[in-house]
């Protein structure tokens, strides 16, 4: 199979990753549950993967690095933990529904208002029109670093200098981390939410949130932390405060792995993706295909045919081509309504940075001989 569904989960994860998730499970204790040899072996690992994403993308230290079971997850902390009655919230139409369902649960249960920005006449994010739709009651501003249908990358530093300095910035990095250069530090990012399962090489169920001083995020979740166990009340410091229950090792263990591989050759996989979707937007519109994309480091493709639904051009992919690819709204229906694809949807291709122009011209072969058979 020429697997091209990177951005819902890559698909074939580095060797390294691997033999650290199979080392984990041969021998897992509990990371700071117990005071015995294996258990403080493997909290001082989870440490350094903290350490570690707070270094790769210039954090703000290693107890503001939580762990999560996914980038919902870390998304979710960020908005109900940090969002309260009366607050207003400002987005991007190109949030997926991991932001979008918190904010709409968050304004019928708790009455916190937001808004929605548009795209701009050249189909991007616009950092003065984000600031033009915040109040006196702006709270929390939430931008992608890169849509999960389009590719497009918005200048986060560019809305933090439009919008006031009192604002959080909260970032979804589940598309953009991995392939981007992100600091929070330098584009004054106050929470970043991560996937470990797609551009950072982890296995499923590795998440995190990082956040700045500025944000005191409030626990969503109540249980066992290994800390004062005598308290019934959560921990009042970070990350215990927001890390109720077992951390999942083997997870973190993959998450550690793939982020040094992220360290050493990001620059190198986002510009060989850059290549690839380049060839992409040149190519598809001689097949019959229109493109919804800008070529980026993200390795997202998202095209339609006017005469063949998306789902039916994914689904001939994949039965007769063997190539996996996703159709529909990608659950970002906002995008879609704003793109003019709602409800049908695109065909989205994804890149891995390990995959190049081979599987690129693979698809552009089978896309051209679904075209000429209509």
């Known amino acids: 199979m020429i697997y091209l569904d990177n951005a819902a989960t890559e698909g074939f994860k580095p060797a390294v990753v691997q033999s650290a998730v199979l080392a984990a499970m041969r021998v897992c204790a509990n990371p700071g549950r117990s005071g015995h040899r294996l258990s403080v072996a493997q909290s001082e690992h989870v440490l350094a993967c903290r350490n570690l994403l707070s270094a790769l993308f210039e954090g703000y230290g290693f107890e503001r690095v939580v762990f999560t079971r996914s980038c919902t997850e870390a998304l979710n902390l960020a908005l109900l933990g940090t969002l309260k009655e009366g607050d207003h919230a400002v987005v991007t139409c190109l949030e997926h529904n991991s932001v979008l369902r918190p904010l709409a649960w968050l304004k019928e249960n708790k009455k916190v208002e937001y808004s929605v920005v548009p795209l701009d006449e050249n189909g991007g ?3 003065d029109m984000v600031a033009s739709f915040c109040t006196e009651r702006t709270k929390l501003v939430a931008v992608t670093t890169a849509s999960n249908v389009t590719g497009e990358t918005p200048d986060l530093a560019a809305v933090r200098a439009a919008i006031p300095p009192r604002i959080l910035l909260l970032a979804d990095g589940a598309q953009g981390a991995g392939h981007l250069d992100i600091r929070m530090r330098t584009m004054g990012i106050d929470l970043l939410a991560l996937a470990g399962h797609k551009g950072l090489h982890a296995i ?29 009340d959560m921990p009042a410091f970070y990350p215990d405060r927001l890390e109720a229950g077992t951390l999942s ?6 998450l550690f792995e793939g982020a040094l591989l992220v360290k050493a050759g990001r620059a190198e996989g986002a510009q060989n993706l850059l290549a690839v979707t380049s060839v992409l937007k040149k190519e598809l519109p001689a097949l019959g295909y229109i493109p919804y994309f800008r070529p980026n480091p993200c390795g997202i493709a998202a095209f339609r045919h006017e005469k063949l639904p998306s789902e039916e051009i994914a689904g001939r992919l994949s039965e007769t081509y063997d190539i996996a690819v996703r159709a529909g709204l990608h659950c970002a229906p906002l995008a879609h309504k704003a793109l003019g694809t709602f409800p049908d949807g695109l065909v989205r291709a994804s890149f891995a940075p390990e995959q190049g122009m081979a599987e690129a011209r693979a698809l552009l072969s089978a896309l051209r001989r679904i075209a000429t058979s209509i």
């Open 125 to 127: 994010v616009n950092a």
């Open 204 to 232: 499923q169920g590795a998440g995190a949130l990082l956040f700045s001083e500025r944000v005191d995020p409030a626990p969503v979740l109540f249980g066992g932390t290994g800390s004062e166990s005598f308290s019934l």
């Open 249 to 254: 090792y083997p997870a973190i263990c993959s």
